[in-house]
């Protein structure tokens, strides 16, 4: 996955482009415990909870990139017990692009954990 932190204009939400390469790059980042889905963003750049981000997504689909509105809702910090690289878990706020189904089609063929849905 990459991901590139672009200028926001006075007041404009962070735009963020993801771009996900293969299926199994969906599948790590894929947030499907969460309601509405949303994504785990891999960025040196951590936004505060609750930060309002544009995503630009692409996906291995090859269909035009997809923008999403979302909300930073989970940070892993640079400095963490489980040597993960930072990210920011981004819920999907208002998915008129379709990318939460396209996320969906990808991951139809590829084994699945049984996750409950979490509410936000």
């Known amino acids: 996955m990459e991901s590139k932190t672009e200028p926001k204009p006075g007041g404009a939400a962070t735009a963020l ?3 996900l390469r ?13 309601k509405g889905g949303g994504l785990l963003v891999e960025t040196p750049n951590l936004l505060p909870m609750g930060t ?17 509105m ?3 809702i989970w940070v892993t910090p640079v400095e963490n017990r489980d ?12 998915d008129r692009s379709g990318v939460l189904t396209r996320i969906q089609n990808t991951l139809s063929g590829l084994p699945t954990h049984g996750d409950a849905v979490l509410s936000f």
């Open 17 to 19: 482009s993801v771009v």
């Open 22 to 34: 293969d299926p199994q790059a969906v599948q790590r980042c894929f947030m499907s415990a969460i």
């Open 52 to 68: 309002e981000v544009l995503l630009m997504i692409t996906l291995p689909d090859s269909q035009p990139r997809a923008p999403v």
């Open 70 to 72: 979302g909300k930073v």
């Open 83 to 94: 040597g993960r690289p930072p990210a920011i878990g981004v819920q999907f706020q208002n």
